[in-house]
């Protein structure tokens, strides 16, 4: 058998496209690894995100069980106080995962109830502990907790020019409505 010689061409062509495949991969890796690193970065603000709202949603429903005696204090009857107290541990503890820098203690989750015709309220309203409900006039139970640096102290450290996509603030909310026969 005979074998055929390897054109010269052919020899000269392998030894210019050597540094090709590296050139390629210098030129794609920074594109790639921007866009990975991206995903991942809105990936987990996301997942913070939905972790508030459920956490929110938590002791929003924490509000309308019947308080534990530790917190109660000896109190016969739960007051809104006592309400808020739950609200808030209930929400902290469902939040505990975070890191430090954004793991939020009660103090920082904000609750209110208001009455259900009340243009003024939201999550800033001061705690009217004397509000009454009952069937006549519903009221709404807010509960919020909002991370104002976000993009200083997301998960993922953002790479110079990246943390432009990741949001500020991350806020939650959750409301009910209620009356005094579901308390």
């Given at each position: 058998?005979?074998?055929?010689?390897?054109?010269?061409?052919?020899?000269?062509t392998k030894r210019r496209q050597r540094?090709?495949?590296?050139?390629?991969?210098?030129?794609?890796?920074?594109?790639?690894?921007?866009?990975?690193?991206?995903?991942?970065?809105?990936?987990?603000?996301?997942?913070?995100?939905?972790?508030?709202?459920?956490?929110?949603?938590?002791?929003?429903?924490?509000?309308?069980?019947?308080?534990?005696?530790?917190?109660?204090?000896?109190?016969?009857?739960?007051?809104?106080?006592?309400?808020?107290?739950?609200?808030?541990?209930?929400?902290?503890?469902?939040?505990?995962?975070?890191?430090?820098?954004?793991?939020?203690?009660?103090?920082?989750?904000?609750?209110?109830?208001?009455?259900?015709?009340?243009?003024?309220?939201?999550?800033?309203?001061?705690?009217?502990?004397?509000?009454?409900?009952?069937?006549?006039?519903?009221?709404?139970?807010?509960?919020?907790?909002?991370?104002?640096?976000?993009?200083?102290?997301?998960?993922?450290?953002?790479?110079?020019?990246?943390?432009?996509?990741?949001?500020?603030?991350?806020?939650?909310?959750?409301?009910?409505?209620?009356?005094?026969?579901?308390?």
């Amino acid at each position: 058998m005979h074998q055929r010689a390897t054109p010269a061409f052919a020899v000269a062509t392998k030894r210019r496209q050597r540094g090709v495949y590296a050139l390629e991969w210098a030129v794609i890796f920074p594109v790639f690894f921007v866009l990975m690193y991206g995903i991942i970065c809105y990936g987990l603000t996301y997942l913070v995100r939905e972790s508030m709202q459920f956490a929110v949603e938590e002791g929003a429903r924490a509000a309308l069980r019947y308080p534990r005696t530790a917190t109660m204090g000896g109190a016969t009857t739960p007051t809104w106080l006592h309400r808020s107290t739950e609200a808030r541990e209930a929400t902290a503890t469902a939040l505990n995962w975070l890191p430090t820098n954004i793991k939020p203690d009660a103090s920082d989750i904000r609750f209110t109830v208001c009455g259900l015709n009340d243009a003024d309220c939201d999550s800033a309203t001061e705690l009217n502990a004397a509000l009454n409900c009952d069937a006549s006039t519903p009221c709404l139970v807010l509960v919020s907790y909002t991370i104002r640096d976000y993009a200083d102290n997301a998960i993922a450290p953002s790479i110079p020019g990246l943390g432009l996509i990741l949001p500020r603030v991350l806020e939650a909310k959750a409301s009910l409505l209620i009356d005094r026969r579901m308390l």
